[in-house]
């Protein structure tokens, strides 16, 4: 079965501190696409990244970076120097085979002043 | 590109009426639309998939008499609350698949959903 597993449910750092948020996921599929969204309070979701399962480079967008890694099936997802405007609650998913998303529950990120 | 939209952004009725969302894909055709039901707190719950033209797919669970879905065109999918009551009060969240595009889908604002 599909599965999308962020065992933080919240983490809580001081600003500019560096943090990562975990996903591991399950799939039986060989083509997937996972993703990382935020929703800050005002409940907006915001596309973040999207990753092909057949491309295991990381990727590297200013202060964010993310680790995709087949063998520990695995996307995290790095924030370098925190900022309070990075609070929100982040989602990883995955769209399978039959192209629906699947959503993990979500991982609050509270960066404290 | 790859906008939707979604109107209201917030409504509050009151219990027994019904309240419709609209979901709109702004710049693209959209084929597929989801809606997706979010209480607090929690992940984001799929409801239902709607192909334009034809009846909308809906999860275990989600009453179809309920939640009426129509995708009337190629961008626009709308979700009335029938008789809606305090426990319908969350976040319903609309995205759009464009007919190129299957592997990704875009999302609408949000609405959020009080009955008093």
């Known amino acids: 079965a599909q599965k999308v597993t962020q065992a933080q449910t919240e983490i809580s750092v001081v600003e500019k501190e560096d943090v990562t948020l975990d996903c591991v996921y399950e799939?039986?599929?060989?083509?997937?696409?996972l993703f990382w969204y935020k929703q800050p309070p005002s409940g907006e979701l915001v596309f973040l990244i999207r990753?092909?399962?057949?491309d295991e480079q990381n990727e590297i967008s200013g202060r964010y970076s993310w680790n995709f890694q087949k063998s520990t099936s695995s996307f995290n997802f790095t924030i370098t120097a925190s900022q309070v405007v990075d609070s929100a609650v982040y989602f990883c998913a995955l769209i399978d085979s039959n192209y629906q998303l699947i959503w993990g529950a979500g991982t609050k990120l509270i960066i404290k002043p | 590109g790859a906008v939707v939209s979604q109107h209201p952004s917030w409504v509050i009725c009151k219990s027994g009426t019904s309240v419709k969302i609209e979901c709109r894909s702004l710049?693209?055709?959209?084929?597929?639309m989801f809606w997706y039901r979010q209480f607090p707190k929690q992940s984001l719950m799929l409801m239902a998939t709607?192909?334009?033209?034809?009846?909308?797919?809906?999860e275990q669970g989600v009453e179809k008499d309920k939640f009426l879905i129509n995708h009337a065109s190629l961008t626009l999918s709308t979700l009335t609350v029938t008789s809606a009551h305090p426990e319908d009060s969350s976040f319903y969240i609309c995205?759009?698949?464009?007919?190129?595009?299957?592997?990704?889908?875009?999302f609408g604002p949000g609405t959020r959903l009080t009955v008093l």
């Open positions: 990753r092909n399962s057949f």
């Open positions: 709607s192909n334009e033209g034809s009846k909308a797919t809906y």
């Open positions: 710049d693209f055709q959209a084929t597929t």
């Open positions: 995205s759009a698949r464009d007919r190129q595009i299957y592997n990704e889908q875009f």
């Open positions: 799939t039986r599929d060989t083509t997937y696409y």
